[in-house]
């Protein structure tokens, strides 16, 4: 089945451990990409990555790193998280972005609290 | 940056009734895509419009586009219990990063 896994679906943390979220397609999509949904902001993009080892910034990077190693795997790490990175956060990916006619395909997201 | 804005935030009807939702954009657009969300659960696609298109459907969606007035509207007829859920916008700019900008959402409630 085509999909995208993030691990995990629930994290609670302590502000200052470093944490990693994991995100995994299996659709060889060349395009991923990081949001965070906040109530009343909606979804806001964190980082995106056009292909291995090409990642480049969104609407608020501030705080966080990804990786892209590999084309399937495209990591979200906190190095030092802190309370307001509290947030709902999806992966998504896409064949080949495009900005034509591309849709996402998202992930079930990943909870996180940083107390 | 915010780029499409969804109009009304929330909307409740009942089962049978359409719903209809609008966006606005503030910038040239490639496209314009319409995701449903069921309550904290990842999106999903259900439209996307060119910008050279100005109306398209699929089943009981019809998505219409005028690109002079920088919006859209996704109408949903004959609403159904399981069509609760919130529906964002999202635009693909033109000429601009190869980014996907969402809005925030309108919140659709269809009653039994």
């Known amino acids: 089945e085509a999909q995208v896994t993030q691990n995990p679906r629930y994290l609670i943390t302590v502000t200052g451990k470093k944490l990693t979220v994991t995100c995994s397609q299996n659709m060889n999509h060349e395009y991923m990409s990081w949001y965070r949904q906040d109530p009343g902001l909606g979804l806001r993009q964190i980082y995106y990555?056009?292909?291995?080892?090409?990642?480049d910034k969104g609407d608020v990077p501030e705080g966080y790193k990804v990786s892209r190693k590999e084309k399937r795997n495209f990591p979200l790490i906190l190095e030092s998280p802190s309370p307001n990175q509290t947030s709902l956060y999806f992966c998504?990916?896409?064949?080949?972005?495009?900005?034509?006619?591309?849709?996402?395909?998202f992930g079930s997201g990943t909870q996180l609290s940083v107390l | 940056s915010q780029q499409g804005e969804e109009d009304p935030q929330a909307l409740s009807i009942q089962e049978g009734e359409n719903a209809t939702m609008n966006c606005s954009y503030k910038t040239s657009i490639n496209n314009l895509q319409w995701y449903r969300q069921n309550s904290g659960r990842g999106l999903v696609h259900l439209i996307l419009i060119r910008s050279n298109e100005r109306e398209k459907h699929s089943g009981r969606l019809r998505v219409t586009l005028d690109t002079s007035k920088k919006s859209s509207s996704l109408l949903i007829t004959a609403s159904r219990a399981a069509d609760t859920a919130s529906y964002f916008c999202?635009?693909?700019?033109?000429?601009?990063?190869?980014?996907?900008?969402f809005g925030k959402g309108t919140k659709l409630t269809v009653n039994p």
């Open positions: 998504a990916s896409s064949s080949v972005f495009t900005t034509t006619n591309e849709k996402l395909f």
């Open positions: 999202a635009t693909a700019r033109k000429g601009g990063s190869e980014k996907l900008v």
């Open positions: 990555s056009m292909n291995v080892e090409v990642t």
